[in-house]
């Protein structure tokens, strides 16, 4: 057994235990591998483990690996979980199937009018900026539910659910706090019609605490494929000041 496959084992019995904790159904949670700084070998290797469904942070370092991994495209699920730019917007609608950083209407709308007509909608989360830090993108919580009643109204792209990158915090209760928020957001939005089944938080570090609080997709990357490199510095330098 390879270390990739045991470490899917392992976050499957985490994700397991979690909902036994939570009083979940085992099969409620469903387990993105972020395999971004990772190659196609080692996505390969998870697919052969079993692992069908892929998040990617960087545009070009995503589009490379789902160009080096075409013989698995029809088996495969790519989301696209990293900040977007609208200069960018293109290649996502083209090639992901998965988009779940959104950060405002005009994300959205380029991705549902550049989403070629042969292929599905595409599936969309909205990021929302949970810990309310001032760095992080992100819909402010307060202005979620509009963006997601236009979002929702889009032809080309359906609206999923919510996503977010809560503050590192290290007891469980401490990471519970802004899962538990996003979660009520997550309720309110279908109490007032929405029909969003996607709660995509809890990471490596705190799956446990997002399984609690009703994910229903964990994004898992450096329990399955180890400690990442610092990401390379790009080839092409800043434009001098
Ligand atoms: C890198 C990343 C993850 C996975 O983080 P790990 O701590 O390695 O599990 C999940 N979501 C997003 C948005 C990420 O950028």
Redesign the pocket.
């Known amino acids: 057994m390879t270390t990739i496959s045991a470490q899917l084992m392992r976050i499957h019995e985490r994700i397991a235990a979690a909902c036994v904790a939570a009083g979940r159904a085992p099969g409620a949670v469903r387990l993105?591998a972020?395999s971004?700084t990772f190659g196609a070998d080692a996505v390969r290797e998870a697919f052969d483990a079993g692992q069908t469904a892929f998040?990617e942070?960087y545009v070009q370092e995503g589009i490379e690996k789902i160009a080096a991994l075409a013989d698995l495209r029809a088996r495969i699920q790519w989301h696209m979980?990293?900040p977007l730019q609208s200069n960018k917007t293109r290649v996502v609608a083209e090639q992901f199937d998965w988009v779940?950083?959104v950060d405002r209407l005009k994300i959205a709308e380029r991705l549902s009018a550049q989403r070629p007509a042969g292929l599905a909608p595409l599936q969309l989360c909205l990021q929302v900026n949970i810990s309310g830090e001032a760095s992080k993108s992100g819909v402010p919580p307060a202005d979620v539910a509009d963006v997601a009643r236009a979002v929702a109204a889009l032809p080309h792209v359906v609206l999923r659910g919510l996503?977010a990158?809560p503050e590192p915090a290290d007891t469980l209760d401490a990471q519970r706090a802004p899962h538990r928020a996003l979660c009520e957001l997550f309720v309110a939005l279908n109490a007032r019609g929405l029909a969003l089944d996607t709660l995509s938080i809890g990471?490596?570090?705190d799956?446990e605490a997002a399984v609690r609080e009703g994910a229903t997709m964990v994004?898992?990357?450096?329990?399955?494929?180890g400690a990442?490199a610092l990401r390379p510095v790009p080839s092409t330098p800043p434009a001098a000041a």
């Open positions: 993105l972020v971004k998040g942070n979980i990293g779940h950083s996503m990158i990471m490596s570090a799956l994004r898992i990357g450096s329990a399955i494929f990442r």
